[in-house]
């Protein structure tokens, strides 16, 4: 019968991402930060460096300015943040991202 003890592990696990994730676009909030889109990252996310171009499933690429690695993950979701000042941040996995849009062409 470890059935229900792993099932009821994957749903405490669940429940505190969406815990740590509501925490942290809170904070954001509390610094201006909206967030204005919903999309996903193409291909697997390792994290963020200035090196970094990740490219969303809505056609965007986002160059981080952050550096931050995080546990390999499969096409996540992304949430695009911005504040009044125009200054961007994407959220993945819980931990938010400084940088900027370019244009695919560059």
Do not use: H, R, W
């Amino acid at each position: 019968m470890k059935t229900p003890a792993v099932l009821m592990g994957v749903l405490l696990m669940l429940a505190m991402s969406v815990v740590a994730f509501s925490a942290d676009l809170e904070s954001l909030a509390k610094e201006g930060y909206k967030v204005v889109e919903e999309t996903k990252v193409v291909g697997e996310f390792k994290g963020c460096d200035a090196t970094t171009a990740l490219t969303f499933t809505n056609g965007k690429v986002f160059v981080c300015s952050t550096y931050a690695y995080s546990f390999a993950v499969f096409m996540p979701d992304a949430y695009l943040l911005q504040n009044d000042k125009k200054d961007i941040k994407v959220l993945i996995n819980g931990n938010a991202y400084s940088g900027s849009f370019v244009d695919k062409g560059k």
